[in-house]
């Protein structure tokens, strides 16, 4: 095989690779009806539905009716493995907020959103200290968890 060959396989496994992990939108009436129907029964007050598809899971993101922005991962076979939805400063519980302070000062929290994981409670805080982002999951008391930021 010549080295023109090897350099266009190669290319050819990396654009496959790359695209096993890459998510794309998909219109709700191509999604299998058991996962349609288990966002219905988790959330059954949601609005503009956005569907996307991995090689592995669905993720929708919605509206609900308070018009708090949520986005949900799910299996083929409907099980909701996570979800997140927006949440503003003021609702951060104090013993989180104290923990945060204390651990990033001077950082200013940007973006929180409550995150569900495998019936866990945690918190998603993105903030901006000395013009750099941090992104980090903490549990109900503040500590910071190993568990990867969902964007």
Known sequence: MGLENMKQT?????????SLGCEYDVAER???????????????NTNDREWEKTA??????????ADVDYKVKLDGRGNILMYKYELSKDQLPKTVQDSISIRYPNAEIDELEVLYLKRKKYYQIEMEKSFKDLKKVVDLKGQVTEIPYWD
Request: glycine letters at 2%; proline letters at 6%.
């Open 56 to 65: 592995e899971y669905y993720i929708v993101e919605f509206e609900n009716d």
């Open 10 to 18: 190669l290319f050819l496994i990396l654009i496959a690779f790359i």
């Open 30 to 44: 191509d999604v299998p009806s058991i996962v349609v129907n288990a966002l219905k029964l988790g959330f059954p």
